[in-house]
């Protein structure tokens, strides 16, 4: 199992929400999925990998198969959370959507790469890198609590991360 974010967790203690519903965006092996479900949020689980769901099988979560990279079909719409996560994975056209689909009063927790790591890893491709600053850009509607623009080095890992976590008022 991967490592819960340093990021996720600092965020999920400081807010006031503690408990909820919390969407896990492209959840991968479902780290954070398990995270917020044991700290007692119910949780929707979204991948468009069907393998990832064999990672994880708590009860209060919510395992949905689906791709939400189409800005045209977002697969989300009937839904609304108090928490929405998302780290390390980057699609800007759908920034309005997740924005959507926060409660008034909810939390946007993000964390992807950021300019300078096509130097030491993946990803390479420039589409699934942050410019500088450029998360604050995306969640300009929201109402900015913390963000950082950092080189994060932990042991063997290293990466170029932005991370922030906004409010929708």
Known sequence: MNKISNWVKYCIEKISIKKGVALDLACGKGRHSIYLSKLGFCVVSVDINKESFKYFSEKNITKLLKDIENKNSWPLVEYKFDIIVVTNFLNRTIFPMI???????????????????????????????????????????????????????????????????????
């Open 99 to 169: 924005i959507n689909s926060l409660n008034k009063g909810g939390f946007l927790i993000y964390e992807t790469f950021s300019e300078g790591h096509e130097k030491i890893g993946k990803p390479t491709n420039p589409k699934y890198i942050l410019q500088s600053g450029e998360l604050i850009l995306l969640c300009s509607q929201l109402s900015l609590i913390a963000y950082e623009e950092i080189n994060v080095k932990c042991h063997s890992n290293h990466s170029f991360k932005q991370r922030i976590i906004s409010l929708n008022v």
